[in-house]
């Protein structure tokens, strides 16, 4: 893919209204998959992921997902719907905050919902590698609890 023809794989902020009278996101697959035959891997909806966000350094970098140790902030990535056509690409990324499920109704709040974020999404994946106990448990207890009601 060209950055000439982003308009065949990606909804970002020119494309996604013109279709639906509103900017939106849109139904997966409406768009060409990419050369691995995956749909929606930019644009659309930003994909919410384990790992711990931090600025890229020029130094080594560790596996983000096995360090991450606290609520906030997490990794989004991909661009959306809601987005210029250079923020959609597979190396965007952006900062997860508390103030995405301000609205959220359920009572706790939840973990994982994000009312006020209409831009994301996820993506359930599997790795090439099977993640170690230990792993698999820092991963999903790493500091994001449910909220005081």
Not at 74 to 100: F, I, K, M, N, Y
Not at 113 to 128: E, K, N, S
């Amino acid at each position: 893919m060209t950055s000439g023809n982003l308009d065949d794989y990606a909804w970002h902020a020119k494309n996604s209204a013109a279709q639906f009278f509103s900017a939106t996101y849109h139904p997966v697959g409406t768009k060409k998959p990419n050369a691995w035959g995956l749909y929606d891997m930019l644009g659309n909806v930003m994909e919410w992921t384990l790992d711990q966000y931090a600025p890229y350094t020029a130094a080594a970098q560790e596996n983000p997902w096995v360090k991450s140790t606290t609520a906030y902030p997490h990794a989004v990535r991909g661009g959306s719907w809601h987005d210029d056509e250079s923020a959609v690409t597979c190396t965007a990324r952006v900062q997860s905050s508390p103030s995405w499920k301000k609205q959220d109704p359920q009572l706790p709040k939840s973990i994982w919902y994000m009312t006020d974020a209409q831009w994301l999404g996820f993506r359930l994946v599997r790795p090439a590698k099977l993640p170690s106990a230990e792993e698999m448990y820092r991963a999903w207890n790493n500091g994001v609890a449910q909220e005081p009601y």
